[in-house]
């Protein structure tokens, strides 16, 4: 935790969560950026904040969500939906599945190809039902502007604020925003999901991908929510506002693809790997046919400490921005 933990600690926890398997930054990461989000506009915004609550306040499952779908109205929760709704329903996955991220390539980094040349809505077509395949950075300018457009319907507009709520989230991790071939094999690890690393004496491989979204974050922040929003208030000052509650999504997108080179990559592909064929398992316990074989790489103690200020930087950077699409959209 920022000002609780020593870095020791932070580390220590880091170890104790090191075989976990979770989606976008994981829970502990989405609900930190909906809650500091709110923390800002409680003071800031409180009117936003209302409109906010209200919104969220009318949801409730429906036929395209499923049964499946839980539904809990508070912002911190719902911040998570979409990840849910990926998981347990076979239609929101197939729809919103490429939603998530933008995987700009490593080497040859172009916006189009991920983005699928960005695909425009026809006429009457709701962003929340189509196209897709398209990437995190179209979606969050399409649900903005329902947001912004006062003839959304009401429906459609808390369907945009639960994807932004999320999507906002989602864009700030670095490997949501980058993918990279290896030049050896000539085969694409998927935003770090066919990366083994492996820390200290622990011998079964965890996804690059996974390491980032779930366990530096709770290295970081902690598990309680509440308690990391008072944490990362900290590195939100008025300088820190006004520098970062600026931009578009295609600028947080190429901000997040420097980090994956700097932060991410960096410390792991330029080092020799300690296995070359591990074969990854999807949710099923099959071989991941997208990975084939993987390398592994051995990381160290510094890798972490630089991980754990880039996780807390980019965390709070989303809740000042998250804020600041809600306040200047909302309408």
Same mark, same amino acid.
């Given at each position: 935790?920022?000002?609780?933990? @020593? ?30 989000? @709110? ?24 036929? *395209? ?16 939906? @979409?990840? &849910?709704?990926?998981?347990? +329903? ?8 490429? *939603? ?26 709701? @962003? ?16 903005? +502007? ?115 080179? +700097? ?51 980019? &965390? ?16």
């Amino acid at each position: 935790m920022l000002a609780a933990l @020593a870095r020791g600690s932070a580390l220590g926890v880091l170890a104790v969560l090191w075989p976990s398997l979770c989606l976008a930054w994981g829970n502990e990461g989405h609900k930190t950026v909906a809650l500091t989000a @709110a923390k800002i506009l409680s003071t800031e915004a409180p009117a936003t904040l209302a409109k906010v609550n209200a919104i969220l306040a009318k949801d409730k499952p429906d036929a *395209w969500h499923g049964a499946n779908v839980p539904v809990a109205t508070d912002i911190g929760n719902e911040a998570t939906w @979409a990840d &849910l709704l990926r998981e347990k +329903s076979n239609p929101g996955k197939k729809v919103t599945e490429s *939603w998530h991220f933008v995987d700009i390539d490593f080497d040859q980094p172009n916006l189009d190809k991920p983005c699928a040349g960005h695909p425009k809505l026809s006429a009457g077509q709701v @962003a929340s039902q189509a196209p897709s395949p398209d990437c995190v950075i179209d979606k969050i300018d399409q649900f903005t +502007s329902e947001l912004k457009n006062p003839q959304t319907s009401d429906n459609e507009r808390l369907l945009a604020l639960k994807f932004l709520l999320h999507f906002v989230g989602d864009i700030h991790q670095p490997l949501h925003a980058a993918t990279r071939t290896d030049p050896q094999i000539g085969h694409e690890d998927f935003g770090g999901n066919c990366v083994g690393v492996l820390r200290g004496n622990d011998r079964d491989p965890i996804r690059l991908h996974s390491y980032w979204d779930t366990n530096l974050v709770v290295a970081a922040v902690g598990q309680d929510e509440n308690r990391a929003v008072t944490e990362l208030m900290p590195l939100i000052t008025a300088s820190s506002q006004k520098e970062w509650a600026k931009g578009t999504p295609a600028d947080w997108a190429q901000e997040s693809h420097g980090l994956a080179k +700097s932060s991410v990559y960096a410390g792991v592909i330029d080092k020799a790997p300690v296995q070359t064929d591990f074969v990854f398992k999807d949710r099923d316990g099959k071989p991941d046919e997208r990975c084939g074989k993987s390398k592994v790489y051995k990381i160290d103690p510094s890798y972490d400490q630089q991980g754990i200020k880039v996780v807390e930087e980019q &965390l709070a950077k989303a809740a000042v921005r998250l804020a600041w699409l809600l306040k200047e959209n909302l309408q």
